[in-house]
């Protein structure tokens, strides 16, 4: 065991855990196995984590961060594109958000497992890396924009979310993971039809 001397500990064990979260999912972060990675004894790691709990809360922090930022990219593809106009803008914008939660369950599916299995710490998360705050701007917009039925607007954001999570779980862990990526997609751009029409 080598002693620790970089003063960044606990950023090396929140590196370490997400390493593993992302080969093994949440049952892949154990404090003791963290402590060892990272070149320290576990009395050291729990200077800085009471418990795994504490650390795996850390580590969904950072992947609901990286979902955010991955529907953010999304997001400004869409905006980037050529619309007629705002409605079919804001339309789009809306896809890209599901599209690019789906993908990245896909991608990254042991820190997505983590990210919704572990609470995040009494600070939560900022609303500028909120996925679901970034979700509920872009539904806002789309009533704006007409996309989206002012009427319809409550709780649209749980109706959503719900949709391409079960998506996501069903082709990451479910009946639907050995799906051809090019059958996914379809099906996915199918149920984006089916919630933009409702929206509407």
């Given at each position: ?100 939660y ?11 497992d ?25 539904l ?61």
């Amino acid at each position: 065991m080598t002693s620790y001397h970089h003063g960044n500990l606990r950023e090396s064990l929140v590196e370490t855990g997400i390493e593993l979260a992302r080969a093994q999912g949440p049952d892949g972060v154990v404090l003791r196995e963290v402590a060892r990675r990272a070149g320290v004894s576990h009395n050291a790691a729990y200077r800085h984590f009471a418990d795994r709990e504490a650390l795996l809360s850390e580590i969904a922090r950072h992947g609901m961060r990286e979902l955010h930022a991955a529907m953010q990219r999304e997001i400004d593809t869409a905006d980037a594109e050529d619309h007629p106009d705002e409605r079919t803008r804001a339309a789009a914008r809306l896809r890209a958000t599901g599209r690019a939660y789906v993908d990245f369950a896909v991608a990254e599916p042991g820190l997505f497992d983590v990210a919704f299995s572990a609470i995040p710490d009494e600070d939560g998360l900022d609303a500028d890396t909120d996925p679901y705050d970034l979700l509920t701007h872009v539904l806002d917009d789309a009533v704006v924009a007409g996309a989206v039925s002012a009427d319809l607007r409550p709780g649209a954001e749980v109706i959503c979310w719900a949709a391409v999570h079960g998506f996501a779980t069903l082709h990451v862990h479910g009946p639907r993971a050995s799906a051809p990526v090019e059958e996914r997609n379809a099906t996915l751009e199918v149920m984006l039809d089916h919630i933009a029409r409702g929206l509407a």
